[in-house]
T-cell receptor, first 115, second 109 residues
Framework: EAQVTQNPRYLITVTGKKLTVTCSQN?????MSWYRQDPGLGLRQIYY???????DKGDVPEGYKVSRKEKRNFPLILESPSPNQTSLYFC??????????????FGPGTRLLVL | QQPVQSPQAVILREGEDAVINCSSS?????VHWYRQKHGEAPVFLMI?????EQKGHDKISASFNEKKQQSSLYLTASQLSYSGTYFC??????????FGTGTRLKVLA
């Protein structure tokens, strides 16, 4: 079954304690991305990756890091989480058909609360 | 700058029709439409490519006018299952992805 998995689904942490949210896809997609969703602000892209070792900033990259060492995995790292990073996070993947992006598949989401 | 959707919210009775618009201040080369149920991940509905195309399946269709930098989503004979938030989305610049502002749709029995 084609899917994007994220772990953990729910996470409560404290300010400053480093954490990693994992993301994995089994569709051999080149493009992977992280989004955060906040009430009234919609879905905003944090980082994206066009392929292994190729990553770039989205609209809200501050306070986040990513890496793409394998095609299937794209972890999101919060080195020193702060309360303003409390949010619902989605990982997504897709392929590119030339110049346009194909269907984007989303993981189930990770609810993060930073105290 | 993210595409602006209108209306922001709409309430329908079952069987009624709705149109959701997505307008961009920048050139659009492709548009995606998604539906998101509360607390769940967005689900892809359809993609429209440059060329003024129109697409649809079941009672949901969409059009794309790249000259006007607009796309519209048409929901006909709405069902309770259509309730949710609808987003348009597009690739901006060098593969950065931007979602529209979103439209909350509620279908009542």
């Amino acid at each position: 079954e084609a899917q994007v998995t994220q772990n953990p689904r729910y996470l409560i942490t404290v300010t400053g304690k480093k954490l990693t949210v994992t993301c994995s896809q089994n569709m051999n997609h080149e493009y992977m991305s992280w989004y955060r969703q906040d009430p009234g602000l919609g879905l905003r892209q944090i980082y994206y990756s066009m392929n292994v070792e190729v990553t770039d900033k989205g609209d809200v990259p501050e306070g986040y890091k990513v890496s793409r060492k394998e095609k299937r995995n794209f972890p999101l790292i919060l080195e020193s989480p702060s309360p303003n990073q409390t949010s619902l996070y989605f990982c997504a993947s897709s392929s590119f058909g030339g110049v346009y992006q194909e269907t984007q598949y989303f993981g189930p989401g990770t609810r993060l609360l930073v105290l | 700058q993210q595409p602006v959707q209108s209306p922001q919210a709409v309430i329908l009775r079952e069987g009624e029709d709705a149109v959701i618009n997505c307008s961009s201040s920048k050139a659009l080369y492709s548009v995606h439409w998604y539906r998101q149920k509360h607390g769940e991940a967005p689900v892809f509905l359809m993609i429209l490519l440059k060329g003024g195309e129109q697409k649809g399946h079941d009672k949901i269709s969409a059009s794309f006018n790249e000259k006007k930098q607009q796309s519209s989503l048409y929901l006909t004979a709405s069902q309770l299952s259509y309730s949710g938030t609808y987003f348009c989305g597009t690739v901006s610049g060098t593969y950065k992805y931007i979602f529209g502002t979103g439209t909350r749709l509620k279908v009542l029995a």
